[in-house]
């Protein structure tokens, strides 16, 4: 079954860094995007940021300049690089993979737990 473990989250100052960290392990044939998403309470969850197998990124713009979003192919994990955080960017953060566990199976979206980013003087 395939599986995906979020590490990284925690509690920064106003203008800190953390870096967010997504592993998919299992069965993986191949793995074809992976988004963070978050949500702060009281709001619905909205896409962070998006990358493709190729590493074509997107971004959300309450973002841009400040986040970046990458990943290594040989370990199936996606990072999310996080500087320059305002209170606005509390929330809990979620990551997501698109990806098939063999060669006859159709894509499928995995999400991770969640983790807690709490950014507050």
């Known amino acids: 079954q395939v599986q995906l473990v979020e590490s990284g989250g925690g509690l920064v100052q106003p203008g800190g860094s953390l870096r967010l960290s997504c592993a998919a392990s299992?069965?993986?044939?191949?793995?074809?995007?992976m988004d963070w998403y978050r949500q702060a309470p009281g709001k619905q969850r909205e896409l962070v940021a998006h990358?493709?197998?190729?590493?074509?990124?997107n971004y959300v713009d309450s973002v841009k300049g400040r986040f970046t979003i990458s990943r290594d192919n040989a370990r199936n994990t996606v990072y999310l690089q996080m500087n320059s955080l305002k209170p606005d960017d509390t929330a809990v953060y979620y990551c997501?993979?698109?990806?098939?566990?063999?060669?006859?199976?159709?894509?499928?979206?995995?999400w991770g737990q969640g983790t807690q980013v709490t950014v507050s003087s």
């Open positions: 299992g069965t993986i044939f191949n793995v074809y995007a």
């Open positions: 997501k993979a698109v990806l098939s566990p063999t060669t006859s199976t159709l894509p499928y979206a995995y």
């Open positions: 990358i493709t197998s190729g590493g074509s990124t």
